[in-house]
């Protein structure tokens, strides 16, 4: 994808290291392409290999900046101990993390009813517990830069009152609460710990599962700018999140959503 010149550069995300969760399709991938394009280190984990590894080469070669091509890593956010093996390795090949997106989601469809305890369990593992872990583990990394960015997705989804997900959306409410306390006891350390609240992305995953004629009436109605919300428009404000521009901002709520919530 071709990234519009004439949008902003960030100078202090050069050189930086950027890992990002989730980054081999859909909103990850835009992140892992912005990140990219301003020169950052970027390092990304995902489940899907085959999709991680052709982001990687394709950036590698159609988006060199003078610098690495991104680091792909197949991980399983839902096992700790590879999460925090990933970290380890990510800082190994490229210094110490500075900035931490906390992207990787699962809103797989579900009823109450057909929910356990077992897939209640997998569903927070899947869309909060790693985001806590991962932020515990470049701690370190971040006090020895003195300071970085911690951006942890969330969803308007919950605010709308949405149905169909009900273990999704449990988990991120609970995200802006999760930011809000890391953002206290961190804020000493120069850490900034901020939450990036999406609306509907069009993905292409979510126009191939979820997208009928009643979900466009609802964005139509819903959206105060009429228009698609896309990977991009989340991607440009999580480098705003993570840059220095945005030194003095923590404990917040960013939501792109076209003004629906």
């Known amino acids: 994808m071709a990234i519009d010149s004439t949008l902003a550069r960030y100078p202090s995300l050069a050189g930086k290291t950027v890992l990002i969760t989730g980054g081999a399709t859909g909103i990850g991938a835009a992140f892992v392409e912005h ?3 301003q020169g950052a280190k970027v390092a990304f984990f995902d489940i899907d290999a085959n999709a991680g590894e052709a982001l990687a080469k394709r950036l590698g070669v159609d988006l060199r900046k003078g610098g690495q091509p991104p680091t792909f890593l197949r991980v399983d ?25 906390n992207n990787a989601a699962n809103d797989q469809r579900h009823s109450i009813e057909s929910v356990t ?5 997998a569903g927070i593992a899947v869309n909060i517990r790693h985001q806590f872990f991962a932020a515990q ?25 949405n149905g169909g997900f009900p273990v999704y959306v449990t988990a991120k409410s609970a995200v802006q609460g999760m930011t809000r306390g890391l953002a206290r006891d961190l804020g000493k350390f120069g850490i900034r710990v901020n939450s990036l609240v999406p609306g509907w992305v069009m993905t292409e995953k979510q ?37 220095d521009d945005s030194r003095m901002m923590t404990a917040q709520d960013m939501i792109v959503d076209g003004g629906w919530a």
């Open 35 to 37: 990140f990219y394009d």
């Open 77 to 101: 956010l839902t096992d700790i101990a590879a999460l925090r093996q990933g970290i380890a390795d990510v800082r190994a090949a490229l210094g110490p993390i500075g900035v931490l997106v």
């Open 117 to 121: 305890p077992e897939s209640y369990d």
């Open 137 to 161: 583990a470049v701690i370190e990394d971040m006090k020895q830069l003195g300071g970085g960015s911690i951006i942890n997705l969330g969803s308007v989804s919950w605010m709308l009152k």
């Open 207 to 243: 126009k191939r599962l979820w997208l009928d004629e009643a979900g466009k009436r609802a964005i139509k109605e819903g959206q105060c700018i009429d228009g698609e919300l896309l990977p991009e428009h989340l991607a440009r404000a999580a480098l705003f999140l993570a840059s």
